[in-house]
């Protein structure tokens, strides 16, 4: 027996094609570096802790997921003798960081920077002064032995006097879901943390960008974190063989309460809702 199906629709050519929306013509790892990334402050935190644990000025640096590789390029742009190496194993947004960072560079500067594609519990480099891995990206990691194996990985590729800075956020909000909104310069930034549980602490987050013309780029960026613990990451990483783990804690001002663009080595913490913190292990 044969199915008759419908004549199809021949396309209606006179209606105009809808304009595109901001959210179409936006480009997310723009966003994500307009809204998320504050190299500048990261890059000065680097360098004020590496000299005042060391007694120099670190030169080489690896940024590992560095993504589109930015802290790297302004790594290389702060002094005329550093050197940079970024790893990420995303082909995509190493190739977007070549095309709108790297190009800024001038062609001495670009000899002085490295970009690998590369799984970071994999990658061999030469020796370095500093790995930085931000934006809570090692969270990645949710196995104990992994985590291990990573800060095992980055020790190898320490000088002697290096070291491993890490990023980290805590308090009670980090266990639970939420959304934070941001009003950016032409767009809004929404931190969405949609699921969180609380016996593996595996935490799902999204970045949604939306625009003043009522459109949203819903879900640009995507990540499943397992929530880990200052105490639990310096363990670990003493056991990987570093020498020292210290917590630098986010400010908080005494009277509002407000956080401050501060950071201090401490072991003390009040039971904050939410304070971000870095904590710097020496090899
Ligand atoms: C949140 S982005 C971080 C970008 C940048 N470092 C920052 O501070 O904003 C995470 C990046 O890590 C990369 N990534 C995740 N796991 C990785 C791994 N095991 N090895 C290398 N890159 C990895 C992803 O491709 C992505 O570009």
Redesign the pocket.
């Known amino acids: 027996m044969s199915v008759q199906t419908p004549p199809a629709k021949k396309a209606n050519t006179n209606i105009p094609a809808a304009p595109p929306t901001m959210a179409q013509q936006a480009d997310r790892h723009m966003l994500y570096q307009e809204s998320?990334?504050n190299s500048e402050f990261e890059l000065d935190f680097i360098d004020e802790t590496f000299e005042a644990i060391t007694g120099r000025k670190a030169t080489v640096m690896r940024?590992?997921?560095?993504?589109t590789a930015i802290?790297s390029v302004e790594w290389i742009q702060r002094r005329e003798e550093n050197t940079a190496i970024g790893?990420?194993?995303?082909r995509e947004?190493l190739d977007w960081g070549r095309k709108h960072n790297v190009s800024q560079l001038s062609d001495e500067q670009k000899m002085r920077l490295e970009l690998i594609e590369?799984?970071?519990?994999d990658v061999k480099t030469q020796k370095v002064d500093v790995v930085q891995a931000?934006?809570f990206?090692y969270w990645?990691f949710q196995e104990r032995a992994t985590m291990l194996r990573y800060f095992k990985q980055v020790r190898e590729s320490l000088v002697d006097d290096g070291a491993l800075f890490l990023d980290m956020f805590g308090g009670s909000e980090c266990y639970q879901t939420q959304k934070e909104k941001r009003k950016m310069d032409g767009f809004k930034y929404i931190w969405e943390q949609a699921e969180f549980n609380a016996i593996t602490n595996e935490l799902k987050c999204h970045i949604h960008f939306h625009f003043p013309d009522k459109s949203k780029m819903k879900k640009a960026?995507t990540?499943v974190w397992r929530v880990w613990g200052a105490r639990e990451l310096r363990e670990i990483l003493l056991e990987a063989g570093y020498s020292d783990a210290t917590v630098y804690r986010q400010k908080f001002d005494d009277k509002t309460d407000e956080a401050l663009d501060e950071y201090i080595a401490t072991d003390e913490a009040e039971d904050y809702a939410c304070w971000l913190g870095y904590i710097v292990a020496r090899r």
């Open positions: 998320v990334q940024e590992d997921f560095c993504g802290s790893v990420d194993f995303d947004v590369a799984d970071v519990l931000y934006n990206s990645f960026f990540y």
